[in-house]
T-cell receptor, first 108, second 115 residues
């Protein structure tokens, strides 16, 4: 089966940079994705890595190291609206297997 | 921008009753999914649907659950006899095609409360 681990909570200040780590175990790798979920809202796709390295999308970047079964989401120039839960997710077949989520609190 | 829509936003039902949750995926998408999220927990996969049939289902998706695409736009999840533990937020999602299965577009969800 598959499993993912990520920190339950992270706190940072507005304007700062924060990194949310994700380690995973899987028997077949099809990519690591990141989703954002505001309180009670729909998960929203942020980024995806199939190959090692950094993918940049505006203020958000995602990194993958397949040899270490590790990835992270980097959020730069934090804004108050970035306060949300962030989930890493593995694809197994067509479905997504989500981690438990990291609640990010951005303080002024 | 096209989006996935779901109705109703909130459904309250008595234990043992049938509920149907409705979704309209993005129109040119080919893969459809139902996920659920119990309050405070992670999002869990229920079922995926492609080419008018179930392609995968989880252990949660037992005989009490069924899905249908009755026409070219709607995608429904039916729970035949609801249990208390079915209380959760149910999300419908869709994705465009084989090369983009990691990017799934989620609807706003239906909050199901079973009393």
């Amino acid at each position: 089966g598959q499993s993912l681990e990520q920190p339950s909570e992270v706190t940072a200040v507005e304007g700062a940079i924060v990194q949310i780590n994700c380690t995973y175990q899987t028997s077949g790798f099809y990519g690591l994705s990141w989703y954002q979920q505001h309180d009670g809202g729909a998960p929203t796709f942020l980024s995806y890595n199939a190959l090692d390295g950094l993918e940049e999308t505006g203020r958000f970047s995602s990194f993958l190291s397949r040899s270490d079964s590790y990835g992270y989401l980097l959020l730069q120039e934090l804004q108050m609206k970035d306060s949300a839960s962030y989930f890493c997710a593995l694809r197994e077949g067509g479905k997504l297997i989500f981690g438990q989520g990291t609640e990010l609190s951005v303080k002024p | 921008e096209p989006e996935v829509t779901q109705t109703p936003s909130h459904q309250v039902t008595q234990m043992g009753q049938e509920v149907i949750l409705r979704c309209v995926p993005i129109s040119n998408h080919l893969y459809f999914y139902w996920y659920r999220q119990i309050l405070g927990q992670k999002v869990e996969f229920l079922v995926s649907f492609y080419n008018n049939e179930i392609s995968e289902k989880s252990e949660i998706f037992d005989d009490q659950f069924s899905v249908e695409r009755p026409d070219g736009s709607n995608f429904t999840l039916k729970i035949r006899s609801t249990k208390l533990e079915d209380s959760a937020m149910y999300f419908c999602a869709s994705s465009p095609g084989q090369g983009l299965l990691n990017e799934q577009f989620f609807g706003p969800g239906t909050r199901l409360t079973v009393l």
